[in-house]
């Protein structure tokens, strides 16, 4: 199976499009139509498959898998965008500082902030690599690859406090004022209503529960509604509703395209300080000049532009790993000049050759060997995109992406099985998403641990991967043509079963690897008299030509009751293994997969051997 694989320009098109009130403002700022923009978006929701907005009539709203992408996107694009600059310093020494945030993360004015001063800190002093963490979102979130290992002996902390507390902390960043939003204007009736106050971070709480009960006003707030994130889906289910928090956490932004803000009555202001601690203290306190000028001034949206594709990335990487463009070639399935022609954009991009050909191959330049720890943590930031976003789609979302062995037809008792479990668990969830897929037992297993599949059906279970049993496949039997006269046996040796003509897929097929691979423990030649990946088109080739095939009976069934073809055990007794349902051990299983293995295991146990 081949690696779905989101492009550097759908993560553009998707951080600016969270950033605007609408789509169509989105599109002039990307100097696109509104129509390109749609269909991007909705192909990286396919590629993901994960939900990233809620579609509201001609306007969307971010939904709380946004919020994570847009944080990882942000990320990947920061880190193409310093490609350039990383490979034309003289100096290899890069200083890094971790920015910790002490705040609730959402798309709103502080991280547009944020990457506006860090923007600014790229071009003063590209030497230095920023990382910011926010404290109540990333100790949730597996580690960026472009951000692994980063050992920051700097540290930059922000965080609420008071303005005294600030001052002692290293100084007073911004006074963040409260505000009341809503969808719409506030009744005249509303002054007594109730005033919601989302879950943020618990210095905020503190500070909105004393003012509210310094000024009489604290038995009408009302706490839990939801998180930051939940903003826009809240204003559309309530437009009346009042919801208190602070400017920073607001933005003009997709979903918020009616909101309406006041300052809250009597005012609250927030104070934001920060303090600088390490050896690249001057830098860190260059960055929180910028970013205190950033909350201060007008709101400002990060736009990407991004040179690269992740096509490029990967070929380059795989020229790195190979040794060689035809060896790249041979290994991504492509020709060639395709991977020539993807080199040489790239080399135009950056502006510098990456590779020294000659007649007898490539090899690096100075300026290839150094990017490529950087697009190697590119592409495993792309990867683990996908794989995170599996994960979120499940847990959030009840969308699950299941593998199975190759059908051998619609009859086979593997696929009735599989067919009762799926069916039950539509039956009891209408709403969930299910997406099946057949490959290979090798291909199945490669796919889980690469997080583009939750759950496989496969025959055997390779090491290090999390399994649940659910019994024994069939044995094998020889299926033949009647006119080659087997369907008396009661059994038929391997070895005999070796020297008729077969038709196999072993490459594709574990069944017919299975055989193979007996064969060959006993040295036995096998008379292969075609290769076909596809049990349905081998069962079909022998009901009109004197060949075999090897499968299991329940397969072939109806044909033996109808004449068209025999089936004889093999005498050696060849079982498939154990079926398995495999997940990745690295990840919780969500309800509605485990729902599904639980289909699966009562499918098979009714029916099981």
């Not at 809620?54 to 992408?69: E, I, K, N, Q, V």
């Not at 050759?353 to 930031?381: I, N, S, V």
């Not at 009976?553 to 089936?567: F, H, I, P």
């Not at 060849?574 to 690295?586: C, D, N, R, T, W």
């Amino acid at each position: 199976m081949s690696a779905h694989r989101v492009e550097l320009r759908q993560l553009a098109h998707f951080v600016a499009a969270c950033q605007y009130p609408t789509i169509s403002e989105t599109a002039r700022a990307l100097a696109i139509t509104p129509s390109a923009l749609s269909t991007s978006l909705r192909t990286l929701e396919a590629e993901l498959k994960l939900g990233l907005f809620l579609r509201m009539g001609s306007h969307l709203a971010p939904l709380p898998a946004a919020f994570w992408l847009f944080r990882r996107a942000t990320d990947v694009l920061r880190a193409e965008a310093a490609l350039d600059r990383e490979l034309g310093r003289a100096d290899e020494r890069t200083r890094r500082i971790e920015v910790r945030l002490d705040l609730s993360f959402t798309i709103g004015r502080i991280s547009k902030a944020i990457h506006r001063a860090m923007a600014a800190m790229a071009e003063e002093e590209p030497g230095v690599r920023f990382r910011p963490v926010f404290l109540d979102e990333d100790a949730a979130l597996p580690e960026s690859p472009c951000d692994a290992a980063f050992d920051a002996a700097t540290r930059v902390d922000v965080g609420y406090g008071s303005s005294q507390a600030g001052a002692e902390a290293g100084g007073l960043l911004h006074d963040d004022v409260w505000l009341s939003v809503g969808a719409g204007e506030p009744e005249p009736d509303d002054a007594g209503g109730p005033l919601f106050v989302l879950d943020m971070r618990p210095p905020l709480m503190a500070a909105i529960g004393a003012h509210a009960e310094a000024h009489g006003f604290a038995a009408r707030l009302v706490y839990g509604a939801g998180r930051p994130s939940d903003l826009a889906r809240l204003l559309g289910a309530a437009p009346h509703a009042r919801f208190l928090m602070p400017r920073s956490m607001i933005a003009d932004r997709l979903g918020l395209f009616r909101l309406r803000a006041s300052p809250l009555v009597p005012a609250l202001a927030s104070p934001l300080t920060a303090r600088v601690t390490g050896p690249a203290a001057a830098a860190g306190h260059r960055f929180l000049d910028h970013l205190g000028a950033a909350l201060d001034g007008a709101e400002v949206n990060a736009l990407f532009a991004p040179r690269l594709t992740a096509r490029q990335i990967r070929y380059f990487n795989l020229v790195h790993h190979t040794g060689g463009v035809s060896a790249a070639g041979r290994m991504a399935r492509v020709t060639q000049p395709s991977i020539s022609s993807q080199i040489q954009r790239m080399e135009a991009a950056l502006g510098r050759p990456l590779l020294d050909r000659r007649r007898d191959g490539a090899t690096a330049t100075e300026a290839g060997r150094r990017l490529f720890p950087l697009t190697a943590a590119l592409e495993e930031a792309l990867d683990g995109i996908v794989r995170r976003a599996r994960d979120i789609a499940a847990h959030t979302q009840s969308a699950v992406s299941l593998g199975t062995l190759p059908s051998s037809g619609h009859d086979s008792a593997l696929t009735a099985r599989i067919a009762e479990a799926l069916t039950a668990v539509r039956l009891a969830h209408p709403d969930w998403r299910l997406n099946v897929v057949e490959a290979t037992n090798a291909a199945l297993h490669e796919s889980v641990r690469a997080g583009e599949l939750n759950l496989a059906l496969v025959g055997s279970v390779q090491p290090r991967m999390a399994r649940i049993l659910l019994g024994r496949s069939e044995r094998l039997s020889l299926v033949a043509n009647p006119a080659l006269g087997l369907g008396a046996r009661q059994a038929i040796p391997l070895a005999e079963a070796c020297a008729l003509p077969l038709v196999l897929g072993t490459r594709q097929l574990s069944i017919h690897r299975l055989f193979m691979d007996a064969a060959e423990a006993r040295h036995l030649p096998v008379s292969t008299v075609m290769e076909v990946g596809s049990l349905p088109l081998a069962i079909a080739m022998v009901r009109r030509a004197p060949i075999c095939t090897v499968l299991p009976l329940s397969s072939v069934e109806q044909d033996v009751r109808d004449g068209r073809l025999t089936a004889t055990p093999i005498a050696e007794d060849l079982v498939p293994g154990k079926l398995a349902v495999i997940f990745s051990p690295e990840r919780s299983l969500s309800v509605a997969e485990r729902a599904i293995i639980a289909a699966l295991v009562a499918a098979f146990g009714r029916t099981g051997d």
